[in-house]
């Protein structure tokens, strides 16, 4: 959930307005506090603030300074953005992400078979997952959309602790994959992958049953609509 307060929004949502996304922009605190419709001297505390937090960065242009929202600013604007969206927006049936089947670490293997994740995915996806995960390396244009799914409805799998160590959530987006298998797009706690690898099981070894081999395409129908008429079942027969 988004950290950032509600004051400091407009500020970052008029830096970025001014082009502060992608490059130092020069702006006086007199005419963002006019453009937020709060004093100089609020304005001013604003982007000290944001600074602090590490939202944007400042550096000095002749006898002001010229700001920048930084990754982290930008990620916080978007989070909030993506969650008023799929409040405020009809579900879409489904979302459509392609790229190409990349080989993993062969963790997938391991957490797949631990007991306390198998059960639930029986339980909860009505299906017992081939012990191995599919990483899909998602085309560029397909990102964003991938992390917009934590905004919709999720069949959780819950973290547990064998005693020695704790395994964190999963959430899982049921899907088809190619439009012969049905599987689910999982959506992991802790992960080593960057956001361009997508993480996909099913009841069993997709690229075997898809006659694949790493560096084909691979296409993924994410349904969402159908997810949360799922999510509900789950949550009644709980």
Known sequence: MSEIKVQHILTIAELLLKGARDNYVNITTRELGANIGRSQQAASKHLLELEEKGYISRRRSGQGFCIRVTEKGYREIQELFLRLKAALEPLPKMIELAGVAV????????????????????????????????????????????????????????????????????????????????????????????????????????????????????????????????????????
């Open 103 to 238: 080989a993993g670490m062969g963790e997938g293997g391991y957490y797949m078979s631990l007991e306390g994740y198998r059960r639930q995915f029986i339980e909860r996806l009505g299906f017992d997952p081939y012990p191995g995960t599919l990483n899909i390396r998602l085309d560029k244009v397909y990102i964003d959309l991938k992390r917009e799914l934590v905004m919709y409805p999720a069949i959780t799998i819950d973290g547990f602790s064998d005693g020695k160590r704790t395994y964190g959530w999963v959430k899982c987006y049921n899907a088809r994959i190619n439009d012969m298998i049905d599987g689910a797009v999982l959506v992991l706690e802790r992960t080593h992958h960057d956001e361009s690898i997508m993480e996909v099981i099913a009841p069993v070894k997709i690229l075997d049953a898809l006659g694949l081999k790493y560096g084909d395409r691979v296409d993924v129908k994410v349904l969402i609509q159908q997810q949360q008429q799922q999510r509900r079942i789950t949550s009644n027969n709980k």
